[in-house]
């Protein structure tokens, strides 16, 4: 049974920084496309990052492009999300998920999903 968890939320102030951490088992996390994504309140569920299997290849959004940087050690079969110079509109519940598919950066091709962590930044 495949199990992500996440760690590594909080409360930062803006401007702060914040590194989430995602532990995968039960399954082969070196064959899988890893992402980040965030749900705030009353909106939808939307992609923030991406890295390709052996890590060579990363994705962002628009949004948190130079800000965020997304990485992965297969050995430990954990990701992470370190986000920088993080600003009010980032206040969000993190999932990270696995994909077979590479790249991936639609929510509807991932298959295995974290319980997500909160992050939350005052201003």
């Known amino acids: 049974q495949v199990q992500l968890v996440e760690s590594g939320g909080g409360l930062v102030q803006a401007g702060g920084s914040l590194r989430l951490s995602c532990a995968v088992s039960?399954?082969?996390?070196?064959?899988?496309?890893m992402g980040w994504f965030r749900q705030a309140p009353g909106k939808e569920r939307e992609f923030v990052a991406s890295?390709?299997?052996?890590?060579?290849?990363?994705y962002y959004a628009d949004s948190v492009k130079g800000r965020f940087t997304i990485s992965r050690d297969n050995a430990k079969n954990t990701g992470y999300l370190q986000m920088n110079s993080l600003k009010p509109e980032d206040t969000a519940v993190y999932y990270c998920a696995l994909s077979r598919i590479r790249p991936a950066s639609s929510s509807s091709e991932y298959d295995y999903w974290g319980q997500g962590t909160q992050v939350t930044v005052s201003s």
């Open positions: 039960g399954r082969t996390f070196s064959l899988y496309t």
């Open positions: 890295i390709s299997p052996a890590g060579i290849s990363t």
